[in-house]
Nanobody, 125 residues
Framework: QVPLVESGGGSVQTGGSLRLSCSTSGHTYINYCLGWFRQAPGKEREGVAV???????VYADPVKGRFAFSTDNSEHTLYLQMDNLKPEDTAMYYCAVGPFCTGTSFFGDSSLQTWGRGTLVTVSS
C-alpha cells in the first residue's frame, strides 16, 4: 500500500481556520473513495467528508457549510479546508482511500483501505 501522509494540523482558537493536506505519494486512485475522518479522545472515528467514486462529495452534518474537501487536478493531494472551527472539532484527522463507501463511511474489506497516520487539530475556546 502506498502511504498517505497528512499535514496542516495545529492549534487555533474558536472561529479560526486550518487547511489540512494529504499526500498520496504520487499514487492515483481510480474509482476509489477519498475521505477525511476524525477521532476525538474517547470517541469513535467518524467520517467528515468523503468523495464518492462518482465524484460527489458528502459531508457530515456537523461540518456542513464550514469544511470543504478538494483535491489537486491529479488527485495526488487531498485538502480539507476548515473554517469557523469549534472546540468540538478537536480531534485527530485522518485521510483515507478505499474502494467502497456510502455517505461518510467506508465499508468492505478493510485490507483494501489505506489510512494515513493523522494530524492533530486542537480548537480552544
Amino acid at each position: 500500500q502506498v502511504p498517505l501522509v497528512e499535514s496542516g494540523g495545529g492549534s487555533v482558537q474558536t472561529g479560526g481556520s486550518l487547511r489540512l493536506s494529504c499526500s498520496t505519494s504520487g499514487h492515483t486512485y481510480i474509482n476509489y473513495c477519498l475521505g477525511w475522518f476524525r477521532q476525538a479522545p474517547g470517541k469513535e472515528r467518524e467520517g467528515v467528508a468523503v468523495k464518492q467514486d462518482d465524484g460527489s462529495i458528502v459531508y457530515a452534518d456537523p461540518v456542513k457549510g464550514r469544511f470543504a474537501f478538494s483535491t489537486d487536478n491529479s488527485e495526488h493531494t487531498l485538502y480539507l479546508q476548515m473554517d469557523n472551527l469549534k472546540p468540538e472539532d478537536t480531534a485527530m484527522y485522518y485521510c483515507a482511500v478505499g474502494p467502497f463507501c456510502t455517505g461518510t463511511s467506508f465499508f468492505g474489506d478493510s485490507s483494501l483501505q489505506t489510512w494515513g497516520r493523522g494530524t492533530l487539530v486542537t480548537v480552544s475556546s
